[in-house]
């Protein structure tokens, strides 16, 4: 998978309890409206799966807004995450938004 032309999303080595903020988008760049969906993300670092299919909280249905905020332990090595969202509704249609990095950088210590 090319990951240069990826869109990025910047955090940090065990940034525990700081809140990503998605908006997910159709292809016409209008909001893809949430109602009804289970909203789930995944990640890996290399082959190793950091984040497994864990739940988003919806925070505007309508104008497809959504949260994840990553544990420490999901995130606690330095490097691109490749990661992806999964949207599933009510009757189990599954969609999935593009794949995009997430970037989690060192921390420096001083």
Excluded: W
Excluded at 8 to 16: F, K, M, N, Q, S
């Amino acid at each position: 998978m090319k990951t240069a032309a990826m869109k990025y999303v910047d955090t940090y080595v065990g940034a525990d309890g700081r809140t990503i903020y998605f908006l997910a988008k159709q292809s016409d760049a209008l909001a893809f409206d949430l109602t009804g969906f289970t909203v789930t993300i995944t990640a890996k670092n290399g082959s190793a799966l950091k984040i497994d299919d864990e739940e988003c909280t919806v925070t505007n249905e309508t104008e497809g807004a959504f949260i994840y905020t990553p544990t420490a332990a999901e995130i606690d090595e330095a490097g691109d995450y490749t990661a992806q969202v999964k949207l599933v509704d009510g009757s189990s249609l599954v969609n999935y938004l593009e794949p995009f990095i997430l970037r989690v950088n060192a921390v420096l210590e001083g």
